[in-house]
C-alpha cells in the first residue's frame, strides 16, 4: 500500500454541502495526485502537488480545489458537492526517482 | 503519451500463464512501457515496467518487442486473485511536461478460472 491512506474511505453528503477529503503519506514523496474513476471514463486526474504548497489542475478541476501545507498530506475539497461529483476518488503518490505512482485505497462518495 | 490499444477482456485457467498484450505503435524512444492492475474496489496497483529490454520481477514479466511497438505482460502462474483490469500505459520518463500524469484507458479485464 505504500504507506498511503485516505480518509474518509466512504461518504455520503447532499447537494451544495462542502466535502473534504484527505491523503496521508507517509513515505515523504514530493509528488501528489488525485484521480477520480468513473464507469466508462478510467482514471482522470484532477489536481497534482509537485510540492508544498505548489499546486496544477488536471483534466477534470472544475468544482475542485486542493491544499498542500505539508509533505504528507493532500486535500481534495469540494465547495459545493453536486451529484456529477459522486465518484471514486483515488490519491497516489510518486518519488523523484521515477515516474511510477502508488496509489491509495480510495475514498467513495455518494451526492445526493 | 503514446495512445495504447489492449484487448477488452481474456480469460485464463488458474495455474495457466497469462499472456497479456498492448500496442503501443506510436510510442517514441524515451517513452516507457507501465502495467498497473486494478482488483475491484482497490486502487490501481503498479506491477512493472521496461523501456527496451525485458523485465522480470516477482508479480510479472514484460517482454517488449524489438521495434517497441507492442508488449506482452505474462503472469507465469495465474491465480484466481490475479482477476483484475489490466492497464498498458505508455509515458515518457522522469521529467518532461506531463508532471507525471499517467493516462489510464479501458484496459484488459482478466478473467482467471478455477
Known amino acids: 500500500d505504500a504507506g498511503i491512506t485516505q480518509s474518509p474511505r466512504h461518504k455520503v453528503t447532499e447537494t451544495g454541502t462542502p466535502v473534504t477529503l484527505r491523503c496521508h503519506q507517509t513515505?515523504?514523496?514530493?509528488?501528489m495526485y488525485w484521480y477520480r474513476q468513473d464507469p466508462g471514463h478510467g482514471l482522470r486526474l484532477i489536481h497534482y502537488?509537485?510540492?508544498?504548497?505548489?499546486?496544477d489542475k488536471g483534466e477534470v478541476s472544475d468544482g475542485y480545489s486542493v491544499s498542500r501545507s505539508k509533505t504528507e498530506d493532500f486535500l481534495l475539497t469540494l465547495e459545493s458537492a453536486t451529484s456529477s461529483q459522486t465518484s471514486v476518488y483515488f490519491c497516489?503518490?510518486?518519488?523523484?526517482?521515477?515516474?511510477?505512482?502508488?496509489f491509495g485505497p480510495g475514498t467513495r462518495l455518494l451526492v445526493l | 503519451d503514446a495512445k495504447t490499444t489492449q484487448p477488452p477482456s481474456m480469460d485464463c485457467a488458474e495455474g495457466r500463464a497469462a499472456n497479456l498484450p498492448c500496442n503501443h505503435s506510436?510510442?517514441?524512444?524515451?517513452?516507457?512501457v507501465y502495467w498497473y492492475r486494478q482488483i475491484h474496489s482497490q486502487g490501481p496497483q503498479y506491477i512493472i515496467h521496461?523501456?527496451?529490454n525485458n523485465e522480470t520481477n516477482e508479480m510479472a514479466s514484460l517482454i517488449i518487442t524489438e521495434d517497441r511497438k507492442s508488449s506482452t505482460l505474462i503472469l507465469p502462474h495465474a491465480t484466481l486473485r490475479d482477476t483484475a483490469v489490466y492497464y498498458c500505459?505508455?509515458?515518457?520518463?522522469?521529467?518532461?511536461?506531463?508532471?507525471?500524469?499517467?493516462?489510464f484507458g479501458q484496459g484488459t479485464i482478466l478473467t482467471v478460472h478455477p
Open positions: 521496461g523501456l527496451k
Open positions: 513515505e515523504n514523496h514530493r509528488y
Open positions: 497516489a503518490i510518486r518519488g523523484t526517482e521515477g515516474p511510477t505512482q502508488y
Open positions: 500505459i505508455v509515458r515518457e520518463g522522469t521529467g518532461g511536461t506531463s508532471y507525471g500524469k499517467l493516462t
Open positions: 502537488s509537485y510540492g508544498v504548497k505548489d499546486t
Open positions: 506510436t510510442i517514441s524512444g524515451n517513452e516507457y
